[in-house]
């Protein structure tokens, strides 16, 4: 079998996609695919010809690994300082294309999905984004096919209720926040408010590390007057328009303090109802790096 051949390459991509979305983590999905690689590669010539199903075998063997350190991960996560947000991705621009994809990896999803247990996020991730049939669901979770159509059930109806409605274009997501860097970089209080829903909130991630408000900002005056000397507070700094997670967002370089910000959005309605603003170091190590999210 050549490299070109071997079904690990071939699907590197979407067991890379499985693992972040299942961590919240680029770090964490990278160890993970590392971790499944050895395996495959320690099974041999003559093992892997008898895999039937490469991919589906795959996409078992990380998603057990990945449920294993989502465990393992819980006590860190509890005893995080301040708010914990997934891991921003740079990514392609034609990810934008699958609008199914695009919002599986979105900040705002993958913050819903933190608030489901770690078998019903694996569920939900690999039913309603992956297509996976439930037979193979319950092999990788270690679980029956009834129990796993149960788990997919509650795990749908959790997030469906709190996933924000992400129904705009990507045209029209763009103009918005383009609208936002402008007033933001402008200082202009009027231009924040119309651009921010009435109860918008930020959330920002920290680590305990850099600064950053501990706790969410709700309500457009108080985000608005947060973000509104930018320039006084970060002289020097620069926004830059990226696509982070599939979506327009935004990074703030330059700063006194030598930390990065990236910036994610929610546009509902014609405005901005979430802001994400990642400022971890230990989160911001890749986000100069395309991203592999594919499916």
Sequence with gaps: MTQTDDPFIT???????????????????EDVVQETWL????????GRAEVGHPR????RMVTRKALDRLRSNARRREEYVGAWLPEP????PDL????????????????????????????????EVFDVPYDEIADAVGKSAPAVRQIGHRARAHV?????????????????????????????LQALLDVLAPDVVLVADGGGVVQAVVN???????????????????????????LLNGAAGARIVGTDDGYDTA????VESGRISRIYAVRNPAKLGQIDVEAPISR
């Design 56 to 59: 589906a075998f795959l996409v």
């Design 96 to 127: 934008a294309d699958d609008a199914e994809l695009a919002e599986s990896v979105s900040m705002a999803m993958l913050t819903v999905l933190e608030t489901l247990t770690p078998t019903e996020r694996a569920v939900f991730v690999l039913r």
């Design 39 to 46: 395996r495959w590669d320690a099974i041999g010539d003559d």
């Design 89 to 92: 991705l740079l990514t392609a």
């Design 216 to 242: 969410p900002v709700v309500g457009a005056k108080k985000v608005a007057n947060l973000l509104r000397p930018f320039g006084k507070l970060a002289p020097g700094a620069r926004i830059l328009p990226v």
């Design 160 to 188: 469906a209720a709190r996933r924000p409605r992400m129904d705009v274009g990507r045209g029209e997501q763009q103009e918005v926040v383009e609208r936002f860097l402008a007033a933001v970089t402008g200082g202009e």
């Design 263 to 266: 910036i994610s959005f929610v």
């Design 11 to 29: 699907n590197r991509g979407l067991l890379f996609t499985v693992a972040y979305e299942m961590l919240g983590s680029a770090a964490d999905a």
